[in-house]
DNA sequence: AAAAATTTTTAGATTTACCTAAAAATTTAA
DNA sequence: TTAAATTTTTAGGTAAATCTAAAAATTTTT
């Protein structure tokens, strides 16, 4: 069983694992908006545990038994993010703070009656895959909008930020998951990217290209 | 903002303050499986803060905020209860442990929006009052079903226990919230009931009649 | 391959919520 | 109304998770 911070801890080496194979400890201390010797500590703890392979200096790697446990902490954050949005009318930008709470809710029962009735979804409200009870997670297949050519098409399936600022600025221009969209135009001047909805036609900055994902439906 | 352990004090003290004008220490003390001395550590620190009055050696009340506070928790507690046995079919003796976890997510928005959700419930699975967002409660008559004389008849909307192994002797017995029943005999013996439900006759113990309320409709 | 810069760890404190043991106050009983 | 029993508080300590400042190891630069 572990506390509420090693909880945090495991789900933060796991995100930053997705990147690099060891993880170092200032990176954690940012994630985690702590100081580097507060990190090294609960990495001795955690590594005492058995939940982290840790060699001084050279950060650390989460156990089969560590990963385990950080994937069971994202399937539960992921499924409440569902839950707030599908069932209490919250925004995508709204989630984050509440499911960060609501993760650490220590039942199987209640996580699994969940799941179920949300209708065993496979990702969240930003289109982030769902692992399953066992902690398999769907294949998904994106490619970042910014790498589509002019005349690509495809349909938004999930972003790469998830900052409120971000969310509702892609709400305001129409770019929500599921919408259909081509690639009409790239400007040479400064990357910008122009997009064809079923609708209307709306201009994005190349940075916020880079973060949208898309399940392409092949080349022109 | 209180921490996780300081709302488990007020919640504590506010229901035994239900029976008792002034709150011991060693009631505090046994009902959260704690020592004498420790309650009297977080007692200080809540007379502190403005959340209860406290004098050596008198006990403690709670001030209004504390009230409030207290209130606003087991409004959250309730309200879970009802959306894990209405929504995730939960039965209403396995909800108690995981809303004592879930009443200390702290987002009103979240619980304004469950409170809709749920349809605005005027209880929770056990008949207990749920306080609106103000901290109202709504009036309620209860009367213990012990007190009811023979010929005597009401609906069952509440009970006075909630260990699981009470809860789940009712449900066998058929004696759930909303059912109607008649007293048909009380044993001199051993003070049981004979109670005569819609469709059949069962027998209770005087200990197990002490626990289950009743709304009256009248007398015989 | 030294020197400089960066990263990481150690050492020693702090805060929160506990604890035990002993002292003090209050209540109950003789 | 003392003595006995009970309740409550104080005093001193522990474990978890944090911190600052300084030391040690590693990496980068020259």
């Known amino acids: 069983m572990q506390s509420y911070t090693e909880e945090n801890y495991l789900k933060t080496i796991y995100h930053l694992a997705e990147r690099t194979t060891n993880v170092q400890t200032n990176a954690i201390a ?5 100081k580097p010797a507060s990190v090294t ?18 950060g650390v790697t989460l156990t089969e038994i560590g990963k385990n446990t950080a994937i069971d902490i994202v399937r539960k954050h992921r499924l409440w993010e569902v839950f707030l949005v599908d069932k209490l009318n919250f925004k995508w930008d709204e989630v984050h703070d509440v499911a960060e709470e609501l993760e650490h809710i220590k039942s199987v029962e209640l996580i699994e ?30 490619i970042k909008l910014i790498e589509l050519k002019v005349g690509d098409s495809g349909t938004i399936t999930g972003v790469s930020q998830h900052s409120s600022a971000f969310l509702k600025h892609l709400e305001k221009l129409g770019l929500t998951l599921g919408k259909q969209i081509q690639i009409s135009d790239v400007t040479d001047f400064d990357g910008s990217v122009e997009i064809k909805l079923s609708d209307k036609q709306v201009n994005i900055s190349r940075e916020v290209a880079k973060h949208i994902l898309i399940s392409s439906n092949g080349k022109n």
């Open 41 to 58: 500590d609960m990495i001795k703890k955690l590594a005492d545990k058995g939940l982290v392979d840790y060699i001084k200096y050279q």
């Open 30 to 34: 940012e994630q985690m908006q702590t």
């Open 113 to 142: 009656r969940l799941d179920e009735f949300l209708g065993f979804p496979k990702a969240d409200p930003h289109g982030d895959p769902i692992p399953d009870k066992n902690g398999r997670f769907a294949k998904t297949q994106f």
